[in-house]
């Protein structure tokens, strides 16, 4: 499994070195956009019906202010605007840090 060795924020990015020696790096308000939190995609009933979500928003100047490692598999970001509640894979995160190159 490939995981996070190192997080660190470097100026308005997280920077993440993983066990395979790769870096990513995913700007604070990609990062927020990005949200898999039910709060931010909506959740979706057995019927494919969609409920609540967030209209997409310009996240600039919305910073990460710390993190904590949900077992093996996900880090939990806070966000300067309160938001906490995404679980970001290891798998999503590595995604996110590709399509930011």
Not at 31 to 41: G, T, Y
Not at 51 to 56: F, T
Request: proline share 3%; glycine share 12%.
């Amino acid at each position: 499994m490939i995981a996070p060795q190192d997080i660190q924020m470097i100026g308005s990015e997280i920077a993440v070195r993983w066990n395979d020696g790769k870096e990513t790096y995913i700007t604070f308000a990609s990062l927020r956009a990005a949200s898999p939190s039910a709060e931010v995609r909506g959740e979706q009933d057995i019927f494919g019906n969609k409920y609540g979500g967030e209209v997409p928003k310009n996240y600039v100047g919305v910073e990460v202010t710390g993190w904590e490692q949900i077992g093996n598999y996900a880090i939990r970001f806070e966000f300067s605007d309160g938001h906490r509640t995404g679980l970001y894979s290891y798998d999503l995160l590595r995604q996110l840090g590709e399509q930011a190159k």
